[in-house]
């Protein structure tokens, strides 16, 4: 199968910057914690607030997503 698309450099880099390891340098270790401290705090006060069910899920699911679009802006922004 051919390439229909041609992907610019700039594309291509982001690429590979999504798709790398990236090791926790300087501070960056200690934010992953701080957020995922927040984070638990919030999943718990969900948990004890909202009904269980479907809503609750979907709300402990989008704050892991966050949490690791979080993480990723860290690790692959810096």
């Not at 009904?51 to 979080?70: D, V, Y």
């Amino acid at each position: 199968m051919s390439d229909k698309y041609d992907i610019s450099n700039d594309k291509f880099k982001q690429l590979i910057n999504s798709f790398t390891y990236h090791s926790p340098k300087d501070d960056q270790p200690e934010r992953y914690i701080h957020l995922r401290d927040k984070a638990k705090e919030l999943a718990s006060d969900i948990c004890a607030m909202v009904p269980p069910g479907r809503e609750q899920s979907l709300a402990i699911t989008k704050l892991e997503e966050a949490i690791m679009w979080a993480n990723k802006g860290i690790a692959c922004g810096e």
